[in-house]
């Protein structure tokens, strides 16, 4: 039978429009939260980082947000252009463990 | 730097068969991980190792996959034998912290 696969949220936008992904994460004792890219064919690139004791981090076209309240993560990319389209995933490591855990991610899809 | 080097880049293989996987981290990079990313599971953690030695392979499937880091510029991972079900793609990534990973361009295994 047909395999049902992850149908990934996606994020459509025009060039040069302002763009909001969003990630909830699990777990309260997250302290580090990482943004990553992956485009098709390759490896999820590191994009943006942010620790538990800021809420806000700016970086080249890029801000995450960081709310612990509601245990909400987002990334914003400003003046988004087609070369953005990719699959970005959010990223919670816990101080305690070495790893990342990842969310399952979001599609964004930029037309000219 | 050439980043995390992953070989081969596309496997394709008869079911039963062995399989390994190559992974050259960065160097100077202490930790290594094993990904695997399908549409179903997303991407999931199958073994992580620092300074060579396993940490934690609750990841990893069953027994018929393993993973060796005989030092510190060399991982392998191995499925013997391999089922249609082991078909996905697999990271590497390295990090010299054990955050920001930077992760290879895979290796897209499909088991006929």
């Known amino acids: 039978g047909e395999s049902v696969g992850l149908h990934l949220p996606t994020l459509s936008v025009q060039e040069g429009d302002n763009s909001i992904i969003n990630c909830a994460y699990s777990n309260s004792a997250s302290d580090y939260f990482i943004w990553y890219k992956q485009e098709s064919g390759k490896g999820p690139q590191f994009i943006i980082d942010?620790?538990?004791?800021?809420d806000k981090r700016q970086g080249q076209r890029v801000t995450v947000l960081l709310n612990k309240t509601v245990k909400h993560l987002s990334l914003q990319i400003a003046a988004t252009q087609p070369g953005d389209s990719a699959v970005y995933f959010c990223?919670?490591?816990?101080?305690?463990?070495?790893?990342?855990?990842f969310g399952k991610g979001t599609m964004l899809l930029v037309s000219p | 730097d050439a980043g995390v080097i992953q070989s081969p880049r596309h496997e394709v293989t008869e079911m039963g068969q062995e399989v390994t996987l190559r992974c050259k981290p960065i160097s100077g990079h202490n930790s290594l991980f094993w990904y695997r990313q399908t549409m179903m599971r997303g991407l999931e953690l199958l073994i992580y190792f620092n300074n060579n030695v396993p940490i934690d392979d609750s990841g990893m499937p069953e027994d018929r996959f393993s993973a060796k880091m005989p030092n510190a510029s060399f991982s392998t991972l191995k499925i013997q034998p391999s089922e249609p079900r082991d078909s996905a793609v697999y990271f590497c990534a390295s990090s010299q912290t054990g955050v920001g990973y930077t992760f290879g361009s895979g290796t897209r295994l499909t088991v006929v």
């Open positions: 942010i620790r538990s004791n800021m």
């Open positions: 990223a919670e490591k816990n101080s305690g463990y070495s790893t990342l855990t």
